[in-house]
């Protein structure tokens, strides 16, 4: 369980909040707005009323117990960038800032933020990946050029086994997941046998990635 500093409680703050809370962790959440701070009283250990730009306030919290701080501030980058600047002077030990735009995002690494989550660019990017082809169920860019795919068993795999078909060999990636009826066998043995009704969830480079999802 992690001790967790969620600062702004808009829709995305409130939807850190709910999986925080799903997550069972500890979370103090803050907003200026009143009404936002009793909306998400339930899913939080504790909330406060306050204004994150405001220095005595930033100061009273004690930002540096805290393992995460998140700033879900997003429209006002003002504010965004002055609480997260405010929160790395008092000692926060890892700064997560929201950005709307790339040049927000540059910003806020340069005046405190240890991370930086981009919904907008994220999700646009997943969702162009997810949507565009019939075969994906997820996908997870790790590095610029690994990432991980969820994908249909393709045709010809199936009732053969990773070894028969020498995945690594001819294709170049790993299986790191199979997946059927919800359920997860991670590492399946060189025995597995593929069948229609599973996906797998495979890693590899971009490249060999797209050449595999296209057999
Ligand atoms: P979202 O896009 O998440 O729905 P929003 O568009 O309603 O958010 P934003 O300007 O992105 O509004 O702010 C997110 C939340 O942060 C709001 O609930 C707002 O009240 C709160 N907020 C903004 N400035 C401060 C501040 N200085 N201190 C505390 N909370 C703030």
Redesign the pocket.
């Known amino acids: 369980m992690k001790s967790i500093l969620l ?8 939807h850190c909040a709910l999986k925080l809370n799903e997550l069972h962790h500890e979370v103090l959440a ?4 009143e009404e ?1 701070v009793n909306e998400v009283l339930p899913y939080v250990t504790n909330a406060q009323i ?5 220095e005595q306030f930033i100061a009273s919290l004690g930002v540096r117990n805290f393992d995460v701080c998140i700033v ?5 980058f003002q ?2 960038l ?2 997260t600047s405010l929160l790395k002077d008092y000692g926060a030990k890892l700064v997560v800032a ?1 950005a ?1 735009r790339d040049v927000h995002a540059k910003f806020l690494l340069r005046n405190g933020a240890d991370n930086v989550v981009y919904p907008e660019k994220q999700m646009a990017s997943w969702a162009a990946v997810r949507f565009s082809a019939d075969n994906i169920f997820d996908y997870i860019q790790i590095t610029r050029d690994y990432s991980i795919y969820e994908t249909k068993v393709p045709k010809s795999w199936i009732g053969k086994t990773i070894v028969d078909l020498r995945v690594r060999q001819m294709h170049k990636i790993n299986i790191l997941a199979v997946k059927y009826a919800g359920k997860v066998e991670p590492l399946p043995g060189p025995e597995h046998v593929f069948r229609d009704d599973e996906t797998i969830l495979v890693m590899g480079g971009n490249k060999d990635l797209e050449k595999f999802l296209r057999v």
């Open positions: 600062i702004g409680l808009g829709r995305f703050g409130k803050i907003d200026i707005d936002r306050g204004d994150s730009t405001n879900a501030i997003g429209d006002k504010s965004s002055e609480t929201r709307n």
